[in-house]
């Protein structure tokens, strides 16, 4: 892959490792029966990510670092109160049927690892200290292994809990996102927006939210990739990117539009699918209300892409623009950005198979 991912602000070896650790740190949890090693998992991917959030020497770095660190850590004590509390109650530590009591606490400290509202007040916050390519781990691949988890327990999980959740994330990531100029903040409450439409269906279809939960990880990837390529962090810096690379800024605006769940795009898809879950669930009032709650952040995005595609701020440029850039081949995000933008034709294969 000839994007660079991550740059080389530390030891090559050290970031070998590290990336290695993350890797290992979520194979565990995946792959555990057993609540003890799950939880070291967790623990191995939080201690593997602090040296690369603050791998830039600048306080806001380390701010950021503080930040994740003590919040993991206080999800990660309540994760395992909660255990030792069910191995002493039934004797044993396999992922298994908790009380009412327990698997609250448990699906709490799991959504505080997500960054769920009224749980999420560390995530943008942390994503705006960090850089882009910190920030995608951490959108991406750190919400794996509590999500997976989450899965496991979701028959148990009180409909109530993941109901209220559920609306308020949607709520605090659209109402969050109105009037940021940071991307990273806007991609932070993009991400607490996906996940509270995520675990909406979690409990009634477990398969519908695996699949969800693939597609937001697809477009939150292929829109971190275009925020790296052009080097944008804020939305003055993306309204000139077109003077950088014009056909991934078209793809930009692409991704923004499938990420608001504008059809005929990839993110048209989950919220359809979701949607009519929800009505066969007899939860129209609840699918009613998810819905307008998810208008507030299609006005961001829509002004996100009104922003790169429509206007442009007055500047003074100094020296001539570049009309045509030299276009290096970039395979890896050029596959995720056609995933992100092309796969509604999924939709009839999931309906009649």
């Not at 991400?191 to 477009?219: A, D, E, R, V």
């Not at 992100?340 to 009839?348: I, S």
């Amino acid at each position: 892959m000839s994007v660079k991912i991550l740059p080389l602000l530390i030891n090559p070896f050290a970031l070998i490792m590290l990336l290695i650790s993350l890797a290992i740190g979520t194979m565990i949890t995946l792959s555990s029966h057993h609540w003890l090693l799950a939880w070291i998992g967790l623990e191995i991917n939080t201690l593997a990510l602090l040296p690369l959030m603050t791998k830039t020497p600048h306080p806001r770095a380390i701010e950021a670092a503080t930040k994740y660190f003590l919040t993991q850590a206080a999800a990660s004590a309540l994760m395992l109160f909660s255990c030792l509390i069910n191995a002493l109650q039934t004797g044993e530590w396999v992922i298994n049927p908790f009380p009412d009591l327990l698997i609250n606490s448990l699906s709490i400290a799991l959504m505080m690892k997500l960054g769920l509202a009224p749980l999420h007040f560390w995530l943008p916050e942390v994503l705006q200290g960090i850089s882009l390519p910190t920030g995608l781990i951490l959108s991406t691949w750190q919400k794996i292994p509590p999500m997976i988890l989450l899965f496991q327990i979701s028959p148990n999980v009180n409909l109530n809990l993941m109901v209220i959740l559920s609306l308020t994330s949607i709520l605090i990531g659209g109402w969050g996102g109105i009037g940021q100029t940071q991307l990273r903040k806007i991609m932070a409450f993009s991400s607490i927006g996906h996940l509270g439409w995520i675990i909406f269906i979690l409990k009634f279809n477990p398969q519908l939210s695996l699949f969800s939960f693939t597609l937001y990880l697809i477009m939150t990837t292929a829109m971190f990739f275009s925020l790296i390529m052009l080097s944008s962090t804020k939305m003055l810096q993306i309204s000139t990117s077109w003077t950088k690379n014009p056909a991934l800024t078209l793809t930009t605006l692409l991704i923004l539009l499938s990420l608001a769940g504008l059809p005929p795009l990839t993110g048209f898809l989950p919220k359809l699918l979701i949607t009519l879950e929800l009505i066969k669930q007899n939860m129209i009032i609840f699918a009613a209300l998810a819905m307008l709650t998810s208008l507030l952040a299609l006005f961001f995005y829509l002004r996100l892409a009104y922003l790169i595609s429509l206007t442009l701020p007055p500047n003074c440029y100094n020296s001539l623009i570049n009309w045509r850039t030299p276009m290096k081949p970039h395979l890896v995000p050029t596959v995720v950005n056609v995933m992100a933008m092309a796969l509604l034709p999924l939709t009839p294969t999931i309906f009649f198979v």
